[in-house]
């Protein structure tokens, strides 16, 4: 079994039961104890550094509405430059309160009722959803597992993109399959896209979540000018530091001017300004939590060794290598069980519905967790299989 790494910050359960999660409340009861492992948040403490922004923030006493802070912009500028080699202009960033109302502003900021959004398949559920709910047709791009690795059937791609398919929503790294795209498949998307006209969206929510030490996160508008200029991508420091209950905070990156003005033509009286605890929070993160990161994804990829390894070992699951993200893709259709996530939920572990996400066979494990939680999760796992 996969060591675990001595990791001071997190070895501290933090009883997460009775609080105010989504999580862990929503399946739980006084009668029934219900581990939450769906919703993709984090059992870990943040960064005491951002806990310390927000408290300093909050001693100012006074919250009416804000501006972002002077040193925002320049600090996620410096830290797209810095990661990815990616130079970016202030112009360019559209503060947003949250990636899935973007999503959703993308998908029909440009064309016509009936004109095509595309996505891979499995996705995150909005991706599969924006379509129906902004008046457009819905293209999969349907993904098996090849050698081990979940991938887009790229003639399937090719075969149904067309003018008419006016966005592209990539999830990069890709959840629920864990995947970090690599640089041929981007050019792939991106030919095709740019060949159509189609706008690329990509939400890269996960992007500093790589556990992978040989696999590196490129933002598709970072391989070329031209792909730079047809897209919108979706950034946030919600999700790797663990900050969703302190109020939403994302950034649209839009470098041509056209699609910006389209994009917040959509955004216009829908989508709320982003609060001061949300700037000051993303700021120290992005600018000063790298260490902590660094612990945070040792700790996560100690508990995908972990979980890998046990899934492996339990007749009935399967789960394909998580390269990034902190959420388990498990194959379910040998299970033997006629509804698998029930019969987990009815042992006291709450999943994620692989049928939200594109995949009835399948159920999503959230892992983000101290490891004796996911020591007991496997423990019942194997008990609603027994
Ligand atoms: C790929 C992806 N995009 C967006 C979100 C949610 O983003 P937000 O809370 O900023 O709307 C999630 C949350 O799980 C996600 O996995």
């Given at each position: 079994m996969p060591n675990k790494t001595n990791s001071s910050l997190f070895d501290s359960p933090i009883e997460r039961?009775?609080?105010?999660?989504t999580k862990w409340s929503r399946f739980s009861s006084k009668e029934h104890d219900v581990i939450g492992?769906?919703?993709?948040?984090?059992d870990l403490p943040t960064s005491d550094k951002i806990i310390d922004a927000i408290k300093d923030r909050l001693d100012e006493r006074v919250f009416g509405y804000s501006e972002p802070p002077d040193q925002f912009f320049d600090v996620v500028i410096n830290r797209l430059e810095k990661k990815y080699g990616w130079t970016t202009k202030q112009e360019w960033f559209v503060p947003q309160p949250g990636v899935v109302p973007s999503l959703f502003f993308a998908s029909n900021c440009f064309g016509d009722t009936g004109d095509g959004v595309m996505a891979a398949r499995p996705n995150y559920r909005y991706f599969l959803e924006t379509a129906e709910h902004t008046g457009r047709t819905f293209q999969p791009v349907d993904c098996q597992v090849n050698h081990g690795r979940w991938e887009m059937d790229f003639d399937q791609m090719h075969q149904t993109i067309s003018p008419?398919?006016?966005?592209f929503l990539l999830c990069n790294p890709h959840n629920p399959v864990g995947r970090v795209l690599d640089q041929q498949e981007l050019e792939t998307i991106a030919d095709a896209c740019l060949a159509n006209g189609t706008i690329i969206c990509s939400?890269?929510?996960?992007?500093?979540?790589?556990?992978?030490?040989d696999k590196q996160h490129v933002p598709?508008?970072?391989?070329?000018p031209s792909i730079e200029k047809k897209s919108i991508t979706l950034i946030s420091a919600s999700k790797a530091f663990n900050l969703p209950a302190i109020g939403g905070l994302s950034l649209a990156i839009i470098p041509d001017q056209d699609i910006r003005a389209a994009f917040q033509k959509r955004a216009y009286g829908v989508a709320t300004h982003p609060g001061a605890l949300a700037y000051a929070a993303t700021m120290t993160a992005f600018e000063e939590c790298d260490d902590w990161l660094t612990e945070a994804i040792g700790y996560l990829r100690d508990n995908r060794d972990y979980l890998e390894a046990q899934i492996t070992g339990i007749d009935g699951l399967a789960m394909t290598h998580v390269e990034?993200?902190?959420?388990a893709w498990i194959d379910v259709s040998n299970s033997g069980l006629r509804n698998p996530l029930s019969t987990f939920l009815d042992h006291g572990v709450a999943l994620s519905d692989g049928a939200d996400m594109g995949n009835p066979d399948h159920v999503r494990l959230n892992f983000a967790c101290h490891r004796s939680t996911l020591e007991e999760i496997v423990r019942r796992l194997k008990t609603g299989l027994s």
């Open positions: 039961r009775a609080s105010d999660s492992a769906w919703i993709a948040d984090m008419r398919t006016k966005t939400d890269e929510i996960h992007a500093d979540l790589v556990l992978d030490t598709i508008a970072s391989l070329d990034a993200t902190f959420l």
